[in-house]
């Protein structure tokens, strides 16, 4: 088949027009989903440092709760077509964590973990749901690369927050957000 004549090439740009429309008319087109969560309660003055330690890990894991559940990955799930936005399902993406200690000036801890997903992180997917919806398969993907995102970005991340807990930045409020980005790759 000929350029003119592919339809998967013909609906790609009918896509990539369509974005460009969108996002020029100010429309925004949301390619992140995020999960937050307070922790309000204190630990014990005599809290060993592997209890705080626990606290902020708790914390990190409700905010992955929240940035996981199927109303914030939803909206990116459903950008995986059969031919969508996501080209032959090839897409990058980073999943951040930012530790927010609100009751003291150490500024906040952030570590990132970038990831990559191809066409056959799909299909393995699809075999495992036994179903060809592009966007339940993408949901399992990106459920899948959000929780090893998260697990790398905080095993970076855990000598600063030891670091934070040496300094007593964590008696007070921490807040924990949880954000994965996803964009096509070119």
Request: aromatic share 6%.
């Amino acid at each position: 088949m000929s350029f003119r004549t592919n339809p998967d090439r013909i609906l790609e740009n009918i896509d990539r027009a369509r974005n460009r429309d969108a996002e020029s008319a100010g429309l925004y087109v949301e390619r992140q989903a995020m999960g937050r969560e307070l922790d309000t309660e204190i630990p014990d003055l005599d809290a060993t440092t592997t209890e705080r330690l626990k606290r902020v890990f708790g914390t990190l894991e409700r905010a992955y709760t929240r940035a996981a559940q199927r109303s914030e990955l939803g909206r990116l799930a459903s950008r995986f077509q059969a031919v969508g936005d996501i080209h032959h399902h090839h897409a990058r993406g980073d999943v951040s964590i930012s530790i927010q200690y609100l009751d003291h000036d150490r500024y906040d801890d952030v570590g990132v973990s970038p990831f990559e997903i191809k066409p056959y992180h799909i299909a393995d997917a699809k075999k495992e749901t036994k179903t060809s919806r592009a966007d339940v398969n993408a949901l399992k993907v990106l459920r899948k690369h959000l929780r090893e995102g998260i697990l790398a970005a905080y095993e970076k991340l855990e000598p600063r927050v030891r670091d934070g807990l040496r300094d007593r930045a964590d008696m007070g409020h921490v807040q924990v957000q949880v954000t994965v980005d996803l964009r096509p790759a070119e």
